[in-house]
């Protein structure tokens, strides 16, 4: 990356969280969310001295950070031993998905029977703000992940959010969400089916239609890969 471009990426950071919370915290926060965002592409070099300088912190949590993203699997080492942004496999992307809707679908169920009506509320807010929010691609990545994020936290299970969280580090290295590509706002009829599911208190319906909307999200994101290829090969 040119200097100008990580500039770019590191001017969104908080700098509140830069005052309060520990430093390699935010930088390891700060670095992932990139990666999930897509600012910071798979295969690109991350460098320490680069980040230290534009994020305005010494190195040492910079290189905590990095160690910690390498250790999760975002980072990798690259040609003449630098760290770059790992890309995964098609084999690992079924992999993950096979876990998340195992995960999901658990987590939905888990929800149904434990989430508080306040955590209810939430999910269904979210879900109609989902619905109404049309053009703005970045709004709709950050509500999709408060949804998720909401939902995880009504299943009231700390081994399930731990594991979840490991597994959505992977998932930053797909770089965008299926809610960018065409014919994935369906999504917002399975997030409503979850939430009802969840509001009726019924763990077998709700596991149901959670594991069925990443099934096909999944299905989406293969569809739309494969659509590009044959685009590219045909001008090729």
Known sequence: MTN????????????????????????????????????????????????????????TPVREALQRLQQRGLLVVGAGRGLVVAELRHDQVVELYAMREVLEGSAARFAAQRATEAEIAHLTRLQRELRQTNKDAMKLVMLNRQFHQVLYHAAHNQYLMQTLDLLLDSFALLNHTTFRMPKRRESDEEHRKIVEAIEKRAPDQAEQAARAHIRNAQRTRFDHASTAAKRHFAQS
């Open 4 to 59: 100008a471009d990580e500039a770019q990426i590191f001017a969104v950071f908080d700098e509140e969280m830069l005052r309060t919370g520990s430093r390699a915290d935010f930088v390891f926060e700060s670095l992932r969310d990139a990666i999930w965002d897509g600012r910071i592409g798979r295969g690109v070099r991350v460098r320490e001295e680069e980040i230290a300088r534009n994020m305005g912190v010494s190195r």
